[in-house]
């Protein structure tokens, strides 16, 4: 299996020339890059803050650039999203606009100027389409839609394509292009002991902590969603009910508005009488930068996911 470091790819002028090539043939066209990262040579006009806090007022002086851009292109590296806030009412009467944002979540820790652990929630509030790429070509595919989107990512090694992946070569690929949810149950994850759904980039961890769970003769089922708020399925809402017990994975702050929003969702698929349990990083325990420590020190590694599930099966 293939893989690579999507943050570290997306920081490549590899990147900047491969997604000119990936959207030639689709209505797409970022004609402005506005980013705290820079390429050489790159082919479209960047706007670049030199990572200093002090220097978003050059943002603020480019109104006009992103005024007339018709799909502009915001990669966010060390800044965090409330850099954009001179704008947003910019990107809100735009029909077309799309944010990356590099190490987010977690990861923000040691990367950005300040972390971020809200982001769902901020950028909810704005209308955009929240998504988290599955692998390289989910989020090929992601950049080749005309919508307000906003795009997660992590500091992890993700595979190039999940279809490679060892454990899930029976994947089609084909099913990958208008992704939105994937039944690991469908390919042996599965259980009538609780439900684990996490969002795309928790892919790996997710099908990582199965392992450790079934270890300990619990049987559980997995559903991957590309975003949060996608519709459930029939067999993700019928699993529920047997199981009644529903874990969803999510690196965000465990916000009472994330709780809401989730419980309204169930309540939207007559799940009312299900257990349910939002896993989050415990961010109150990180002491360190380091990424190769922040997922275990917050209890956010499989062996310590799985700990967690098992004490509520």
Same mark, same amino acid.
């Given at each position: 299996?293939?893989?690579?470091?999507?943050?570290?790819?997306?920081?490549?002028?590899?990147?900047?020339?491969?997604?000119?090539?990936?959207?030639?043939?689709?209505?797409?066209?970022?004609?402005?890059?506005?980013?705290?990262?820079?390429?050489?040579?790159?082919?479209?006009?960047?706007?670049?803050?030199?990572?200093?806090?002090?220097?978003?007022?050059?943002?603020?002086?480019?109104?006009?650039?992103?005024?007339?851009?018709?799909?502009?292109?915001?990669?966010?590296?060390?800044?965090?999203? *409330?850099?954009?806030?001179? !704008?947003?009412?910019?990107? $809100?009467?735009? +029909? @077309?606009?799309?944010?990356? =944002?590099? #190490?987010?979540?977690?990861? *923000?820790?040691?990367?950005? !100027?300040?972390?971020?652990? $809200?982001?769902? +929630? @901020?950028?909810?509030?704005? =209308?955009? #389409?929240?998504?988290?790429?599955?692998?390289?070509?989910?989020?090929?595919?992601?950049?080749?839609?005309?919508?307000?989107?906003?795009?997660?990512?992590? #500091?992890?090694?993700?595979?190039?394509?999940?279809?490679?992946?060892?454990?899930?070569?029976?994947?089609?690929?084909?099913?990958?292009?208008?992704?939105?949810?994937?039944?690991?149950?469908?390919?042996?994850?599965?259980?009538?002991?609780?439900?684990?759904?996490?969002?795309?980039?928790?892919?790996?961890?997710?099908?990582?902590?199965?392992?450790?769970?079934?270890?300990?003769?619990?049987?559980?089922?997995?559903?991957?969603?590309?975003?949060?708020?996608?519709?459930?399925?029939?067999?993700?809402?019928?699993?529920?009910?047997?199981?009644?017990?529903?874990?969803?994975?999510?690196?965000?702050?465990?916000?009472?508005?994330?709780?809401?929003?989730?419980?309204?969702?169930?309540?939207?698929?007559?799940?009312?009488?299900?257990?349910?349990?939002?896993?989050?990083?415990?961010?109150?325990?990180?002491?360190?930068?380091?990424?190769?420590?922040?997922?275990?020190?917050?209890?956010?590694?499989?062996?310590?996911?799985?700990?967690?599930?098992?004490?509520?099966?």
């Amino acid at each position: 299996m293939s893989s690579l470091f999507l943050t570290e790819y997306i920081k490549s002028n590899m990147f900047i020339q491969n997604l000119r090539k990936e959207v030639a043939d689709r209505d797409v066209n970022f004609d402005l890059i506005v980013s705290d990262l820079n390429y050489n040579d790159c082919p479209i006009l960047c706007i670049n803050p030199d990572n200093k806090p002090e220097n978003v007022s050059l943002l603020d002086a480019r109104k006009d650039a992103i005024s007339v851009s018709k799909h502009p292109l915001i990669i966010l590296n060390e800044l965090n999203l *409330s850099f954009l806030e001179p !704008i947003f009412e910019l990107l $809100n009467k735009k +029909d @077309y606009a799309t944010i990356i =944002n590099i #190490h987010a979540w977690l990861w *923000s820790y040691g990367k950005k !100027i300040s972390p971020e652990t $809200n982001d769902l +929630d @901020y950028v909810r509030k704005l =209308n955009f #389409h929240s998504f988290e790429p599955i692998d390289l070509e989910n989020m090929r595919n992601i950049f080749k839609q005309n919508q307000r989107q906003y795009i997660r990512l992590l #500091h992890k090694e993700m595979p190039d394509a999940i279809f490679d992946v060892d454990e899930l070569w029976i994947i089609d690929a084909s099913m990958l292009e208008n992704l939105d949810s994937i039944s690991l149950k469908t390919y042996g994850f599965a259980g009538n002991d609780g439900v684990i759904l996490a969002t795309g980039s928790l892919f790996a961890t997710a099908i990582q902590t199965w392992e450790i769970i079934q270890n300990h003769n619990k049987q559980i089922s997995i559903f991957v969603l590309q975003k949060l708020n996608s519709d459930w399925t029939e067999e993700m809402i019928e699993n529920i009910k047997n199981s009644k017990k529903l874990f969803i994975l999510v690196d965000h702050d465990n916000s009472e508005e994330l709780r809401k929003r989730v419980e309204n969702w169930m309540k939207n698929y007559w799940l009312s009488d299900v257990e349910l349990s939002i896993i989050c990083p415990k961010y109150e325990r990180l002491t360190t930068i380091l990424n190769e420590y922040q997922e275990e020190q917050s209890d956010f590694d499989p062996e310590k996911l799985a700990q967690r599930i098992i004490s509520k099966l």
